[in-house]
């Protein structure tokens, strides 16, 4: 069982009016003897601000334990995908953004500066992060975002359990109700969701799905754009 890739793109009006539309944000999770973090963000760029924005993309990894692997790096202009990777610049970045209080804890940040990003262009990037740590060391524990400041038109997360480590789920978000199907050895758990508002400023509902439990340590979770 691995990480799926097969959400079409919905490319028709925005879901409400704003400064953003993301046309999807996708979340997938695979607990095993490595753990990985599959995010993939589609985002119609809107103003100059959104290029600026959208042009420099940073994932945070602890090069310890963690790998990164960029997937896809591309702009659709006029119906046609262009590659961006390829002229990418990159670079890591050492920031210790809890040094004020003296802890060093050796993150790091993967930057990767696109170029030739227009208003207008569809921005599309996904990246895995791969997790490998001693066997046990820990429980998994962590929470999704299911909401945010700026609408999405279609989101997904999926989380992949094996059978005999459950998992206990607190689920604040307002999503339907998740799908579960066990395939084999692993427990497949997704939630969809299409047209989600944006978060006012007075909604302080925690809209987020929390996990805990089962035999490994999670990989850190990339430090994802705000939207």
């Not at 919905?10 to 999770?29: F, I, K, M, R, W």
């Not at 042009?55 to 202009?77: F, G």
């Not at 992060?129 to 046990?136: H, L, M, N, Q």
Request: no cysteine.
């Amino acid at each position: 069982v691995s990480v799926a890739r097969d959400i079409p793109l919905d490319t028709s009006a925005p879901v409400e009016e704003g400064d953003s539309d993301y046309l999807l944000v996708e979340h997938q999770v695979r607990l095993g003897a490595v753990t990985e973090h599959y995010v993939r963000f589609v985002e119609r760029l809107l103003s100059e601000e959104d290029v600026d924005d959208g042009a420099q993309i940073s994932i945070d990894i602890d090069p310890e334990h963690e790998r990164v692997l960029l997937h896809d790096v591309r702009v659709i202009r006029n119906g046609r995908p262009i590659d961006k990777l390829g002229d990418a610049r990159r670079s890591l970045l050492n920031r210790e953004e809890n040094l004020d209080d003296g802890i060093i804890d050796g993150r790091v940040t993967l930057h990767v500066l696109l170029q030739d990003v227009r208003v207008g262009d569809v921005l599309d990037y996904s990246y895995t992060t791969e997790r490998k740590d001693p066997f046990g060391e820990r429980g998994f524990s962590d929470s999704f975002s299911t909401q945010w400041s700026s609408p999405v038109r279609r989101y997904r997360l999926r989380v992949l359990q094996l059978a005999d480590r459950p998992l206990q789920v607190q689920d604040h978000s307002q999503l339907p109700k998740p799908t579960v199907a066990r395939k084999g050895d692993w427990i497949e758990t997704t939630w969809n969701a299409k047209n989600i508002g944006a978060l006012t400023g007075d909604d302080h509902r925690p809209a987020v799905v929390e996990w805990g439990g089962g035999h490994h340590r999670p990989a850190g979770l990339p430090r994802l754009r705000p939207v």
